[in-house]
């Protein structure tokens, strides 16, 4: 049923509309989960909070579907921002609003630069929460991410490659919370007694780059 994708542009808004259905089904199935990493270290909300959100910006691109996949991206961090309560809302809503700017109206896009979009939309969740690596948040799923997508790309791996070893490297970043100390968001407000739980904002992270992955997977 889908169009067979451009290698050299994979990434145009059916890819990323088919990424929403991929964050948005895995967010749902793992909603209880998430809501249970933020229990000990947080209000227990970060699995209702984002399933929230992603429902509602599916039902958005669903009912005006934008035509480029920087417009997509737009549209679902503009939902997750008036959707979602939390910290997260307005964090991811910042992560992917300013991504889809980056894009412009580009009508279809490289793996290469959808990542120096998501560099720009990671860059915007720092500047805004202030955290850094280490501090047991979403980034320390996120710049993993990022670099391992950086380094597949550059030794020449394929998108699907390259967004697989994204997932590997958010999935590691995410389990490697678990000694840290939180230093930012509810969960710093315990200090030493984080330490030994994951972050529930890394393990979100984590489902939406495998969502991606998983998505390049099935286009190729
Ligand atoms: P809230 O903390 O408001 O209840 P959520 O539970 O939805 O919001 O999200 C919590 C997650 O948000 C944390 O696990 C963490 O990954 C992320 N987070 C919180 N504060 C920050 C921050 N300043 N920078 C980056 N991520 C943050
Ligand atoms: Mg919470």
């Known amino acids: 049923m889908n169009a067979t994708p451009d290698p050299e542009t994979p990434v145009d808004?059916?890819?990323?509309?088919?990424?929403?259905e991929a964050a948005t089904n895995a967010v749902d199935r793992e909603?209880?989960?998430?809501?249970e990493l933020d229990s000990p270290?947080?209000?227990?909300?970060?699995?209702?909070?984002?399933?929230r959100g992603f429902l509602a910006a599916r039902?958005?691109?669903?009912?005006?579907?934008?035509?480029?996949?920087?417009?997509?991206?737009?549209?679902?961090g503009r939902t997750l921002i008036s959707t979602v309560g939390g910290a997260s809302g307005p964090l991811y809503g910042t992560?992917?609003?300013?991504?889809?700017?980056?894009?412009?109206?580009?009508?279809?896009?490289?793996?290469?630069?959808?990542?120096?979009?998501?560099?720009?939309?990671?860059?915007g969740?720092?500047?805004?929460?202030?955290?850094?690596?280490?501090?047991?948040?979403?980034?320390?799923?996120?710049l993993p991410a990022l670099d391992a997508l950086t380094g597949a790309l550059d030794a020449g791996g394929s998108a699907a490659e390259a967004f697989a070893a994204a997932a590997a490297a958010a999935?590691?970043?995410?389990?490697?919370?678990?000694p840290l100390r939180a230093r930012k968001g509810r969960a710093s407000y315990l200090g030493e007694r984080s330490v030994g739980h994951q972050d529930p904002g890394a393990t979100s992270?984590?489902?939406?780059?495998?969502?991606?992955?998983?998505?390049?997977?099935?286009?190729?």
């Open 205 to 220: 992270s984590a489902l939406l780059v495998t969502a991606l992955a998983d998505t390049a997977r099935e286009g190729s």
């Open 31 to 35: 909603s209880a989960r998430l809501t």
């Open 13 to 20: 808004a059916a890819f990323l509309r088919r990424w929403l």
């Open 125 to 142: 969740v720092a500047a805004l929460g202030g955290a850094v690596p280490g501090d047991k948040t979403m980034l320390d799923s996120l």
């Open 59 to 76: 039902t958005a691109v669903g009912q005006e579907p934008p035509e480029t996949p920087g417009g997509v991206l737009v549209l679902v």
């Open 95 to 123: 992560l992917l609003r300013r991504a889809g700017k980056d894009l412009g109206e580009e009508p279809a896009v490289s793996a290469a630069r959808l990542r120096d979009a998501l560099r720009a939309g990671v860059d």
């Open 41 to 51: 270290i947080g209000d227990a909300d970060h699995g209702s909070n984002i399933r």
């Open 171 to 178: 999935d590691e970043g995410a389990a490697a919370t678990i």
